[in-house]
């Protein structure tokens, strides 16, 4: 299948297939929800970098050899593992291409909201201070938003959450960062939270493309979860009406 794939562990990475869809509606994408294993965000990083080995043999025998790690989790985790066994494949991750898109000044003071695996990682703190070595970062785990986004938690649920976990930090932070796909997908909750201009991975994916000649044809969704409930879930979220696919991704090859 001549398409680029994209893949998340649930349906944050949804967000990038439609960013990337509107900005390039001729090209094939695939996107794969890995909603079996989600969230990653809890799991150890050798759980991360098995499951991410299989999603790209996923990907691999689908004939797919460009893929983009829509999961600020598995970029920071499992990355460095998967590329040299996928030498055959185009593999982005999107911590660095994230972090380049922030303006960033020498006096900012940026949070860093993201998994626990993708804070324990200091994949974040390390490629700002590349960029940018006298800004300070602070970071919190936002150890249950992915749930409550999978689950279609109410709004007064998800802000009562943002605001026990925001208190842990309190502070003026002049940029943050939403370094998770699934939570653009609440922006508009902490934003009334907190006061910092807030980025995300979406347009740094699309200008990845820009240029490009892109594969064309069809586009498709699948899930490791169930298709009939990530249809619902994507009908409630986003009002659109998309049809998802089964996907298996165990029974490959362990990653050891």
């Not at 300070?136 to 938690?153: F, P």
């Not at 940029?175 to 939270?193: F, G, Q």
Request: aromatic content about 8%; proline content about 4%.
């Amino acid at each position: 299948m001549n398409a680029i794939g994209i893949v998340d562990s649930g349906l944050g990475g949804y967000t990038v297939y439609e960013s990337l869809r509107q900005a390039y509606p001729d090209a094939s994408f695939v996107f794969l929800a890995d909603q079996k294993h989600a969230p990653y965000g809890n799991k150890s990083p050798e759980e991360i970098i098995a499951i991410s080995y299989q999603n790209m043999m996923w990907f691999y025998d689908q004939g797919i050899r460009e893929v983009i790690l829509a999961c600020n989790t598995a970029s920071s985790v499992a990355l460095e593992f998967i590329r040299p066994i996928f030498s055959e494949m185009q593999i982005h991750g999107i911590i660095d291409l994230t972090v380049e898109h922030i303006d960033l000044k020498k006096d900012d003071k940026v949070l860093i909201l993201a998994t626990q695996a993708t804070i324990n990682s200091g994949s974040y703190p390390d490629s700002i201070g590349f960029i940018e070595p006298d800004v300070k970062v602070d970071g919190i785990a936002m150890v249950d938003l992915v749930k409550h986004v999978e689950s279609l938690s109410d709004e007064a649920t998800v802000t009562a959450y943002l605001k026990k976990e925001f208190a842990k930090k309190p502070g003026n932070y002049s940029k943050v960062v939403l370094a998770c796909t699934h939570y653009p997908i609440v922006k508009d909750l902490i934003a009334k939270e907190l006061k910092g201009e807030l980025y995300d991975s979406r347009q740094a994916i699309v200008d990845l493309l820009k240029d490009r000649d892109l594969p064309q044809g069809e586009s498709r969704c699948y899930t490791t979860g169930n298709p009939d409930h990530a249809k619902l879930q994507v009908k409630t979220l986003f009002s659109h009406d998309q049809a998802f696919l089964k996907a298996v991704t165990e029974g490959m090859s362990s990653w050891k």
